[in-house]
């Protein structure tokens, strides 16, 4: 079968192209703009409690009668260093008296880290007909559950190995994610380093290791890209940072702007804010946590420790200490309605070659 027609057929599209999960940028509106127009819409569930998902689910589904998907979390919660966690505390505590910002200290065992396991039941309550998932691989148990109500599984991974592995978890769709992407890496093999693989080096290899089909994400934000990358062998396409201008985009206004200014070269790999490796145009925080030589602690606990700050920073609208994602392609970005975005990477593709299969 052709891997276009699959897909396609797998999600119930009419194009092989999904808006990329984006937690903070990802709107209701986004998604349903997306699902309309005929690609699949995202919506970002990581790290939210069970009510904060069935909320914009609900949201989402009273926009959109079309199908889309919903992103989790699928990463194990690591043993706490309460050393660590303080002295980061500290730091975190000092810089934002600095800075005008409120911080309040929390204890580890007073974190509450809400888990893909606790959100498994809104999912399967609301019926939603897709599940994608990053930082790991969703547990056997719950994709046997997923699966027996017919859920289409996608997962992401970052190398051939993290896509054997989801292949042989008999996931339906294997995103291949390239060091382009911006916003957090997928890894979840590697401890000390992640892989660092192009997009377009990454994908034709996982594509020849797999019977699955393939997506492909990371630098695609037009025709050219998304031609490349299908030419490449992917079945279809994610396209995140082209959305980050958007009218549903709920990016702080200097993000935005930092996205259009940045230059190719503007973007770093940092574990500042969350404790995971993520790609975002480098501002003082950034600076800051990697000029204190303290050890950053792991997912979630990182996160955690900076939500209350990153929340301040976003409605101050401070860029010096928001979490500015964004990948290499984040520029070609354009401040217009989803639907448009969408609309003219499509007829964009199919002018410069027509490899856009349209449902039958």
Not at 8 to 22: D, K
Not at 196 to 215: E, M, N, R, Y
Not at 302 to 317: H, V
Not at 322 to 350: F, N, P, T, V, Y
């Amino acid at each position: 079968m052709n891997r276009q027609n699959e897909i396609i057929r797998l999600l119930n599209i009419a194009y092989p192209l999904i808006q990329a999960p984006m937690l903070g940028v990802t709107s209701s509106e986004m998604v349903a703009a997306v699902s309309n127009g005929g690609g699949l819409g995202s919506l970002p569930l990581g790290g939210l409690n069970p009510d904060a998902c069935a909320t914009l689910i609900a949201r989402t589904k009273s926009l959109t009668t079309r199908t889309f998907a919903v992103n989790l979390f699928a990463h194990d919660v690591p043993e706490e260093d309460h050393t660590v966690i303080e002295a980061m505390q500290d730091f975190l505590y000092r810089i934002c008296q600095e800075n005008g910002f409120e911080y309040k200290k929390i204890s580890a065992g007073d974190m509450k880290l809400y888990t893909y396991e606790e959100q498994i039941e809104v999912i399967i309550r609301e019926q939603v007909p897709v599940v994608s998932f990053t930082f790991g691989v969703l547990k056997d148990d719950v994709i046997r559950e997923l699966q027996s109500r017919r859920v289409v599984l996608i997962g992401t991974c970052t190398s051939v190995r993290e896509a054997r592995l989801l292949e042989e978890k008999g996931i339906d769709i294997v995103c291949a994610q390239g060091i382009e992407a911006g916003g957090h890496r997928a890894s979840f093999l590697y401890k000390d380093e992640i892989p660092q693989i192009g997009t377009f080096s990454l994908v034709p290899q996982v594509c020849d290791s797999l019977k699955k089909p393939v997506i492909a994400a990371g630098g695609i934000f037009d025709g050219r890209t998304i031609n490349a990358a299908i030419a490449l062998g992917a079945a279809g396409v994610q396209v995140g940072s082209a959305f980050i201008n958007s009218v549903e985009s709920l990016a702080a206004k200097s993000h935005k702007d930092a996205t259009l200014r940045r230059s190719d070269t503007g973007t770093v790999l940092t574990r500042a804010y969350s404790g995971r490796w993520a790609r975002g145009i480098k501002n003082a925080f950034i600076e800051n946590v990697d000029n204190s030589g303290l050890t950053i602690p792991a997912y979630p606990y990182q996160n955690a420790l900076t939500a209350e700050l990153r929340k301040a920073a976003k409605e101050k609208d401070e860029e010096k200490f928001i979490s500015l994602w964004c990948g290499q392609s984040g520029a070609k970005g354009q401040h217009r309605a989803s639907s448009e975005i969408l609309a003219e990477m499509i007829a964009d593709a199919e002018k410069v070659k027509n490899l856009i299969c349209h449902k039958q």
